[in-house]
């Protein structure tokens, strides 16, 4: 038993290690201001929040992707600034702007601290943290500045399903990562009395190896506003799709409004064949 104890303590440093390891060699890079990119199964993920590196060679996520995206139950106190996140039996709570964190009631350190934004409101947390807890399964792409997380455990809750359930055509897909995000930026286009009108733009390149014949490209998207989907691909639309060379570079630019007392919670992209 000892033995055994010892054995799972050491394969989680040695996961915790790698992984901020990986981290630590990306921060010199993420000075040139390269975009980060986070990936949950086959979706790119994005939030109004962007994700960074802090100066603790830490990849911070903000609390809404650990809430609404990877599936985890989140109760979050604004006026103490502290989180408790459970997930598949595992709960850890953060306090804002310190680097103690309790994990199953028991009280550690970490070596960085919990973040909060004032203007957004947004509590920033470490992943790693996650990571090592939770026991996901993840990739670094350090070129890429890309974060990949698998697992069949996140993406269940919430309106996750109804966003999966809401493409009809997702049977028919033949490649669910055919393209990978090169840069991303969401933009204020204009403002109304009544709506703001908003609007994506990105672009993602080829990675299959091979041509994308005409009419197969589909990158899909969602856009969650707080009370709706807001607008997402119809795959049944008649639109411009070009075959797309291996390593192109493809660009959307997607508009949409945002009325009055609602806001953006978040954007899921799915670059794909079909």
């Known amino acids: 038993m000892m033995r055994e104890c010892f054995m799972m303590r050491f394969c989680k440093f040695f996961l915790l290690f790698c992984f901020s390891a990986l981290i630590t060699s990306a921060q010199a890079e993420a000075q040139d201001q390269k975009q980060l990119f986070l990936k949950l199964n086959q979706y790119y ?72 934004n004032e203007k957004t409101e947004t509590l920033f947390i470490p992943v790693y943290i996650l990571i090592n807890t939770f026991n996901l399964n993840v990739q670094w792409n350090h070129t890429w500045k890309q974060l990949d997380i698998n697992d069949e455990r996140i993406m269940e809750s919430k309106g996750i399903p109804d966003l999966k359930g809401s493409d009809v055509w997702r049977s028919k897909v033949s490649n669910a990562n055919a393209f990978r995000m090169v840069h991303y930026a969401l933009r204020k286009v204009h403002e109304e009395e009544m709506f703001t009108r908003m609007q994506i733009e990105f672009t993602a390149e080829n990675i299959t190896g091979y041509y994308i014949h005409e009419g197969k490209e589909d990158i899909h998207y969602w856009i969650k506003l707080n009370n709706s989907f807001c607008a997402e691909t119809d795959t049944k639309e008649q639109r411009p799709r070009p075959y797309v060379k291996a390593k192109e570079i493809t660009k959307k630019v997607i508009p949409f409004d945002i009325n009055k007392g609602d806001a953006l919670n978040y954007i899921v992209i799915w670059p794909r064949t079909v």
Do not use: C, H, W
């Open 45 to 116: 993920v994005f939030t109004p929040e962007s994700y960074y590196i802090n100066n603790d060679n830490r990849f911070m996520v903000p609390l809404r992707v650990v809430d609404d995206l990877i599936g985890a139950d989140v109760v979050f106190n604004k006026e103490t600034k502290t989180a408790e996140i459970t997930f598949s039996d595992q709960e850890v709570k953060f306090t804002s702007d310190s680097n103690k964190v309790t994990i199953n009631n028991t009280p550690f350190s970490m070596n960085t601290k919990v973040a909060y």
